[in-house]
């Protein structure tokens, strides 16, 4: 974890459209960096540092990313910017090294952008790209795509505990028609959880017995946050304060782990919970990374919403509903919202801390005070997890 974070808030953000883009990379960074700025009242000569997510191995990129936000104003000319890296959770790593500069006196105020162009290659090639997550030297494992990584997860967990595929198909369901009431929503199409649960030419099996309907997108678009110091923070008209920030890294090949048990995400958190004082009944709201669904479902048992094996109980009884006692994934969440893969993290807070502040809009909820990310790079290895809590 990293001590001290909660004299670290978030005083702006900014957050493009996700989907099938016609911007290319440095567009995208620049919309995101400019709102970021606009929305905090900061200007880009009071950055004192840089830090840009961006992952898919060197694929899906154009450019040098780190140094594109420069072009988003002349201000930024010779603040250090560096590209972070880790996996899917990308986003998050360039938080951390945020924070981390700003605990260390290096900094007082810094940007974050998270960003990735993916749809201007073929399926195959980013498919191809997101299993540089993976282990590869293993011949098994270098030959399973993400689909099928999780879809293994999905079968372990039917034998183990019983079918997962109905309260799959209910997540499905319920980030789908979250993602009605985001504007920045790739996916503004509402699901059933008959529709979601049927396998059909418009929802075949991917990777069985993962549907289409489990996996997410293949998505552009950037988002930013703007961190400074807590005490800084107070000058500002908005501020979302961290509680918590806790990394976990677990082994990368699959062999030696149990794939469902979600070792790395459930010590992430909990570790989150202990040093922001809370409890998971004390949360408000959740963004966690729902990848496929069955990822969403065993989160579900690593936040402590249910036992191992009966992640469905959180949705069956409404609770992570977007009327539900602990809402999860408001903004449609990967699955619908999108995953420009370098950008999900930092779109996660940046969500958050709108919704924290009152800015949500038809996804805003009525008394948020505290709120758990959650973002996870590879198959449960890079496990990022933050408590926000609101200023009071």
């Given amino acids: 974890m990293i001590p001290n974070v909660s004299k670290v808030s978030i005083i702006g953000a900014g957050h493009t459209r996700f989907g099938r883009l016609s911007q290319n990379l440095e567009e995208l960074i620049t919309e995101a960096t400019q709102e970021a700025l606009a929305d905090a009242g900061v200007a880009a000569a009071d950055v004192d540092a840089i830090f840009v997510g961006h992952f898919n191995s060197g694929l899906v990129s154009d450019g040098?990313?780190?140094?594109?936000?420069?072009?988003?104003?002349p201000g930024f000319r010779f603040t250090p910017a560096a590209r972070m890296e880790n996996a899917c959770a990308s986003g998050s790593?360039?938080?951390?090294?945020?924070?981390?500069a700003i605990l260390s006196g290096q900094a007082e105020t810094v940007l974050v952008v998270g960003v990735e162009k993916m749809t201007s290659r073929s399926t195959a090639e980013v498919t191809t790209a997101l299993a540089g997550a993976g282990y590869q030297n293993d011949e098994f494992e270098a030959s399973l795509s993400f689909p099928d990584v999780f879809a293994l997860a999905?079968?372990?967990?039917?034998?183990?505990?019983?079918?997962?595929?109905?309260?799959?198909?209910?997540i499905a369901s319920k980030n789908h028609m979250n993602a009605m009431k985001n504007p920045?929503?790739?996916?503004?199409?509402?699901?059933?959880?008959?529709?979601?649960?049927?396998?059909?030419?418009?929802?075949?099996?991917?990777?069985?017995?993962?549907?289409?309907?489990?996996?997410?997108?293949?998505?552009?678009?950037?988002?930013?946050?703007?961190?400074?110091?807590?005490?800084?923070?107070?000058?500002?008209?908005?501020?979302v304060q961290f509680?918590?920030?806790?990394?976990?890294?677990?082994?990368?090949?699959?062999?030696?782990?149990?794939?469902?048990?979600?070792?790395?995400?459930a010590r992430a958190i909990g570790k989150a919970y202990e040093q922001a004082g809370v409890t998971v009944g004390d949360l408000s709201f959740a963004e966690v990374h729902d990848c496929f669904?069955?990822?969403?479902?065993?989160?579900?048992?690593?936040?402590?919403?249910?036992?191992?094996?009966?992640?469905?109980?959180?949705?069956?009884?409404?609770?992570?509903?977007?009327?539900?006692?602990?809402?999860?994934?408001?903004?449609g969440g990967l699955k619908a919202k999108g995953h420009p893969v370098g950008a999900t993290?930092?779109?996660?807070?940046?969500l958050s801390y709108r919704q924290l502040t009152g800015q949500a809009g038809e996804m805003q909820l009525a008394d948020p005070r505290n709120a758990l990310i959650f973002n996870m790079g590879g198959a449960a290895v890079a496990n990022y997890a933050t408590i926000l809590s609101r200023r009071d």
Avoid: W
Avoid at 192 to 212: D, G, M
Avoid at 245 to 260: K, N, Q, Y
């Fill in 243 to 265: 509680k918590a920030a806790v990394h976990v890294s677990d082994s990368l090949p699959m062999t030696g782990r149990d794939v469902i048990s979600f070792e790395g995400p």
């Fill in 64 to 73: 040098f990313p780190s140094s594109l936000v420069h072009q988003a104003d």
């Fill in 293 to 331: 669904t069955i990822a969403e479902l065993l989160i579900y048992e690593a936040m402590g919403l249910a036992e191992k094996g009966k992640g469905a109980e959180a949705i069956d009884s409404g609770r992570v509903l977007a009327e539900g006692s602990l809402p999860v994934n408001l903004s």
């Fill in 154 to 170: 999905a079968r372990t967990y039917a034998e183990r505990y019983g079918d997962p595929l109905p309260a799959m198909a209910k």
């Fill in 184 to 239: 920045l929503a790739q996916m503004h199409r509402p699901m059933t959880p008959e529709q979601a649960n049927t396998v059909t030419e418009k929802n075949p099996v991917i990777s069985a017995p993962l549907r289409l309907s489990d996996c997410s997108l293949i998505s552009d678009g950037a988002a930013a946050i703007v961190l400074t110091t807590t005490e800084r923070a107070k000058d500002f008209p908005r501020a």
């Fill in 93 to 100: 790593a360039a938080i951390f090294a945020g924070l981390n």
């Fill in 345 to 350: 993290g930092v779109s996660m807070h940046a």
